[in-house]
T-cell receptor, first 114, second 113 residues
Framework: EPEVTQTPSHQVTQMGQEVILRCVPISNHLYFYWYRQILGQKVEFLVS????????KSEIFDDQFSVERPDGSNFTLKIRSTKLEDSAMYFCASKRGQGDQPQHFGDGTRLSIL | EDQVTQSPEALRLQEGESSSLNCSYTVSGLRGLFWYRQDPGKGPEFLFTLYSAGEEKEKERLKATLTKKESFLHITAPKPEDSATYLC??????????????FGKGTLLTVNP
């Protein structure tokens, strides 16, 4: 069964450094998302992406964050100048079409900021 | 603002002891409700979509039901491998068809052998 793949599974970075989290969505999916989950808290929406542009972003998704689909398969989340509070699990998700179809999630990248 | 509340936060069952998890929601026009299972260190795994009150979906020992205000995930004769966190989520229509998900905090289910 097709699945969303995320790399790396764990990233440790010094505060102030830039990180890029990578995702390969399911191949025939058109809508892409990033969520994050701080330890012990809810899964929360960061950004949605469709047709090569951001569709919606949350208040969390400020100028520190950016997303890109550099080719036909990868979808990346870049965090510039990381802060301690950016430590969390970051999940990529994809959805095949418009409407209320389910989003399918990857297994996440655990980001630890030191 | 859409809200999703799940109860209980944690539930311990003996193998074979049936029970139900609750998800109550407040949304402006429900466009479906999703149930996911999340194992430790993993991403949410899609289980069910429910679209309208009265709808039911089943998968093995799990059955999800939906009313106008809440959804239940019934677990019949659970096994230890059903141990996981069960998440409920609703899509928000903020414009367009992107439907970001609003999640509840989840119910941590532990099934003891």
């Amino acid at each position: 069964e097709p699945e969303v793949t995320q790399t790396p599974s764990h990233q440790v970075t010094q505060m102030g450094q830039e990180v890029i989290l990578r995702c390969v969505p399911i191949s025939n999916h058109l809508y892409f998302y990033w969520y994050r989950q701080i330890l012990g808290q809810k899964v929360e929406f960061l950004v949605s992406f469709y047709n090569n542009e951001i569709s919606e972003k949350s208040e969390i998704f400020d100028d520190q964050f950016s997303v890109e689909r550099p080719d036909g398969s990868n979808f990346t989340l870049k965090i510039r100048s990381t802060k301690l509070e950016d430590s969390a699990m970051y999940f990529c998700a994809s959805k095949r079409g418009q409407g209320d179809q389910p989003q399918h999630f990857g297994d996440g990248t655990r980001l630890s900021i030191l | 603002e859409d809200q999703v509340t799940q109860s209980p936060e944690a539930l311990r069952l003996q193998e074979g002891e049936s029970s139900s998890l609750n998800c109550s929601y407040t949304v402006s026009g429900l466009r479906g409700l999703f149930w996911y299972r999340q194992d430790p260190g993993k991403g949410p795994e899609f289980l069910f979509t429910l679209y309208s009150a009265g709808e039911e979906k089943e998968k093995e020992r799990l059955k999800a039901t939906l009313t106008k205000k809440e959804s239940f995930l019934h677990i019949t004769a659970p096994k230890p491998e059903d141990s996981a966190t069960y998440l409920c989520a609703v899509p928000a229509n903020s414009g367009g068809s992107n439907y970001k998900l609003t999640f509840g905090k989840g119910t941590l289910l532990t099934v003891n052998p």
